[in-house]
Nanobody, 125 residues
Framework: QVQLVESGGGLVQAGGSLRLSCVASGRTFSKNPMAWFRQAPGSERNLVATMNSGGSTYYSDSAKGRFAISRDYAKDAVYLQMNSMKPVGTAVYYC???????????????????WGQGTQVTVSS
């Protein structure tokens, strides 16, 4: 019954911006961590950014300073604003949610129990 649906992916020029959205249904995640991961062709799935129920955020080194994660807790939505996009950012981006109610952070993929289907982001140059 729980479903996470991403949107906002597409083609963007290097240096441009893109905003991803993810909306959860079936239950609330307002007291749970949510995150964005990405997986490039031939690579592992890596954390991009995460935000917990208290508003704390964490970014990967590659995302820090360029990306911004935000949440609308009432709508069970999480967003990823991506600025200054680089070709190496080309990947499938996944929304994830931790099933556990907590005030701490979840940093690794095995800690997330619910996943969206992913949205393709392609950065051209």
């Amino acid at each position: 019954q729980v479903q996470l649906v991403e949107s906002g992916g597409g083609l963007v020029q290097a240096g441009g911006s893109l905003r991803l959205s993810c909306v959860a249904s079936g239950r609330t995640f307002s007291k749970n961590p949510m995150a964005w991961f990405r997986q490039a062709p031939g690579s592992e799935r890596n954390l991009v950014a995460t935000m917990n129920s208290g508003g704390s955020t964490y970014y990967s080194d590659s995302a820090k300073g360029r990306f911004a994660i935000s949440r609308d807790y009432a709508k069970d939505a999480v967003y990823l604003q991506m600025n200054s996009m680089k070709p190496v950012g080309t990947a499938v981006y996944y929304c994830a949610a931790d099933s556990r109610t907590k005030y701490g952070m979840t940093y690794v993929a095995p800690g997330y129990n619910y996943w969206g289907q992913g949205t393709q982001v392609t950065v051209s140059s």
